[in-house]
């Protein structure tokens, strides 16, 4: 019997790219995904539809509640989507106030309660410099206190932690993953804005990959 594990799973191109991976390489995969109130929930729709087509559990958690609580981020709150590319000292503005803790908790006591052995997610090297949430000592930290949280240890997981997504779309590339199935863009219009840091980090991955980005754009 393969081991269950949870996958945080937004309908981007990480944790895309990190349920694949948990498939190939044998884990029977429950997904899990938030509507956190983001603006860009259409990334909720490509996540339902790629776990259809996958025939694997799904569950999509309403905690739009906590944003009664967390204020200030442009994904959640009423102010505009900063452009220009991560590194930007304005991207800060799109930080959920601990989101990924918020968000692991929840989806660790799904783990226990269906006894699974981890939770996957897609935190990468390129998300360190803005998101405190996404480092390699916070997944540490969090991975030891999932360890005693409970009475089943569950494992905190996070693969590309020292990849970009370069690298990760890579390794998609390399599986014959199709990213027109997963959603980036910030702003959750028809077609990716091609100016927010979420697409330019991901039209930068396939130049460097050689290849084009099969999602449609309003301006590129």
């Known amino acids: 019997m393969s081991e269950k594990v949870v996958v945080i799973y937004?309908?981007?191109?990480?944790s895309f790219t990190l349920l694949h991976q948990a498939i190939k390489d044998g884990k029977q995969v429950y997904a899990l995904s938030f509507n956190y109130g983001q603006r860009h929930s259409k990334e909720l729709h490509y996540a339902q539809k790629v776990c259809d087509e996958l025939a694997i559990p799904h569950k999509i958690v309403d905690i739009t509640a906590i944003n009664q609580l967390l204020l200030g981020s442009s994904l959640t709150d009423?102010?505009?989507?900063?452009?220009?590319?991560?590194?930007?000292?304005s991207m800060k503005s799109t930080v959920v106030p601990n989101r990924n803790m918020i968000m692991l908790s929840l989806a660790v006591g799904?783990?226990?309660s269906i006894q699974a052995v981890a939770v996957y997610y897609g935190a990468h090297g390129g998300d360190h410099a803005i998101y405190?949430?996404?480092?390699?000592e916070f997944i540490e930290k969090m991975n030891a206190v999932s360890q005693v949280a409970n009475y089943?240890?569950?494992?905190i997981i996070a693969p590309f932690s020292h990849h970009?997504?370069?690298d990760?779309?890579?390794?998609?590339?390399?599986?014959g993953l199709d990213y027109g199935k997963t959603w980036t863009c910030y702003n959750g219009r028809d077609r990716a804005c091609g100016k927010c840091g979420s697409c330019q980090e991901r039209l930068e991955a396939f130049a460097k990959n050689g290849m084009t980005d099969p999602l449609p754009y309003e301006l590129v």
């Open 152 to 155: 089943e240890a569950v494992d």
């Open 78 to 89: 009423d102010i505009e989507i900063p452009e220009g590319h991560y590194e930007e000292e």
């Open 110 to 112: 799904y783990a226990v």
């Open 168 to 175: 990760i779309l890579r390794m998609g590339l390399e599986i």
């Open 10 to 14: 937004s309908g981007g191109m990480d």
């Open 164 to 166: 970009n997504k370069i």
């Open 132 to 136: 405190p949430d996404c480092r390699p």
